[in-house]
């Protein structure tokens, strides 16, 4: 019944700007917290970004500035606008439902993901 599809990914500059979508099924959304995730060449999956239902939000370090999730109940979507962007953002990006928005722990769909990549 869950589904998650993101999309929006691509190739860019450096210093350049994408937006990624998630769209999620199954009565999973508006009552749950959401969150981005990335995993870069080499690399273990890492929380990017999380918002709760009310909007409270959590973001890694790294991203902190540059990157912005938000969300649509109505359009069952979560967003993450990413500027100023660097080559170390290069990954695959995932979204999935979180239990918690500075813990993580994810719950067990994922998606396919869409990939990011920062490169002159």
């Known amino acids: 019944q869950v589904q998650l599809v993101e999309s929006g990914g691509g190739l860019v500059q450096p210093g350049g700007s994408l937006r990624l979508s998630c769209a999620a099924s199954?009565?999973?959304?508006?009552?749950?917290?959401m969150a981005w995730y990335r995993q870069g060449p080499g690399k273990q999956r890492e929380l990017v970004a999380a918002i709760t239902s009310g909007g409270n939000t959590n973001y890694a370090d790294s991203v902190k500035g540059r990157f912005t999730i938000s969300r649509d109940n109505a359009k069952n979507t979560v967003y993450l606008q990413m500027n100023s962007l660097k080559p170390e953002d290069t990954a695959v990006y995932y979204c999935n439902r979180v239990r918690n928005i500075y813990f993580g722990r994810p719950y067990d769909t994922w998606g396919q993901g869409t990939q990011v990549t920062v490169s002159s």
């Open positions: 199954g009565g999973i959304f508006s009552d749950n917290a």
